[in-house]
C-alpha cells in the first residue's frame, strides 16, 4: 500500500499494488498542469484506490472532453482523477513518497527542450502502443517569440506571463514540499529577480498557499485550472518560475538536482548533474 497527500494535507488517499501501469508523460498538457519537467502518473483500478479524507477542497478542471484534471483548490496540488471508462483513478505519484516504478516515457515528441531523458526505459512519441487510439492533443501554435522574453501560462490560458531575464540558476527539487505542490517526480524551477517576471493577463487569478510550518514556501497556481505559475517574491528579491509553464524555449538547463535527500523511492536520478542531499554547495 502507497499513500498519497496534497500538500495542505486536505486531500489524501492510498492506492493498493500493482497498478494496471505508470508512465512518465511529457505531453505540454501535463507539464502545463504540474509546473515541471514531466508528469507521473500510475493508472490504478478503481477499487484499489481509497480517499482518506473528505473532499470539501477539490475543484474539478476539465481540459478536454475525455480528461479532467482535478486539484486541490486550498494548495494547487493535483490529485487523482478518474479516468473516461470509469475504471481506473490516474493517480499523480510526486504525492507518494513510496509507489511503482515508472514502465516507459510517453509524449516524448512534446518533450521539454531542457530536459534530457538519459534512463533506459521505453519511449514512445505519443500514446504507447495499448492505446495508439486514443487522441493526441495538439499543441497550440504560437508566434515567433521576441529576443530576450519568454512566455508562458496555465494550462487554461487565463493566466499568462513573460520572463523578461536570462535565469541565475535553475534547479531540479526534490523536496517533499516540491514534490506535492507540483505533483510531480520532481520540480525544476527557474530564478530571476523580483522584476524578471511580468504577468499580462490573469493575476487576479493566482491563488497562494504557503506552508504553515516553512519559512518562506509557498506555492502559486491558477484558481481555474491548478496549473503552477511563477511566484515573485519581493522581499526576498527572487522570482521563481515553474519550468513547465513555459511555451518559449529558455535556452538553459538545469544545473542540478537539490534535497535529493527527499526523493520518492519509485524515482531513479540518472545523468550527470551533479546531486546535493539539500541546498546546494
Known amino acids: 500500500m502507497s499513500t498519497g497527500t496534497c500538500l495542505c494535507e486536505s486531500v489524501s488517499w492510498e492506492i493498493t499494488e500493482p497498478v494496471d501501469s505508470t508512465y512518465h508523460c511529457h505531453c505540454s498538457m ?87 531523458i538519459a534512463d533506459d526505459l521505453p519511449q514512445y512519441a505519443a500514446h504507447p502502443p495499448e492505446e495508439e487510439d486514443q487522441p493526441v492533443y495538439q499543441n497550440k501554435e504560437l508566434s515567433p517569440p521576441t529576443e530576450g522574453v519568454l512566455r508562458g501560462g496555465c494550462l487554461c490560458g487565463l493566466v499568462q506571463f513573460e520572463v523578461t531575464e536570462p535565469f541565475r540558476a535553475i534547479h531540479n527539487c526534490h523536496c517533499t514540499r516540491c514534490r506535492r505542490a507540483r505533483a510531480a517526480a520532481f520540480t525544476t524551477n527557474g530564478f530571476v529577480s523580483s522584476e524578471g517576471v511580468r504577468f499580462t493577463s490573469g493575476e487576479e487569478h493566482i491563488k497562494v498557499y504557503k506552508v504553515p510550518s516553512a519559512k518562506f514556501f509557498t506555492h502559486s497556481f491558477c484558481d481555474t485550472c491548478g496549473s503552477g505559475v511563477p511566484r515573485i517574491d519581493v522581499a526576498r528579491k527572487i522570482s521563481v518560475i515553474p519550468m513547465g509553464s513555459l511555451d518559449d524555449d529558455p535556452r538553459q538547463e538545469p544545473e542540478d538536482h537539490i534535497f535529493v535527500e527527499d526523493k520518492a523511492k519509485w524515482y531513479d536520478i540518472v545523468g550527470d548533474l551533479p546531486m546535493f542531499d539539500q541546498y546546494p554547495k
Do not use: E
Not at 47 to 52: A, G, L, P
Not at 98 to 111: N, Q, V
Open 30 to 116: 501535463c507539464r502545463k498542469t504540474h509546473g515541471a519537467s514531466f508528469a507521473t502518473y500510475s493508472f490504478v483500478p478503481i477499487d484499489q484506490v481509497k480517499w482518506t479524507s473528505n473532499m470539501d477542497t477539490v475543484i474539478n478542471y476539465s481540459s478536454s472532453a475525455s480528461l479532467d484534471r482535478p486539484f486541490c483548490g486550498k494548495c494547487g496540488s493535483v490529485i487523482p482523477g478518474k479516468s473516461s471508462d470509469n475504471k481506473f483513478y490516474y493517480v499523480p505519484l510526486g504525492c507518494h513518497g513510496d509507489g511503482p516504478k515508472p514502465d516507459c516515457h510517453i509524449f516524448t515528441d512534446s518533450k521539454a527542450p531542457w530536459i534530457g
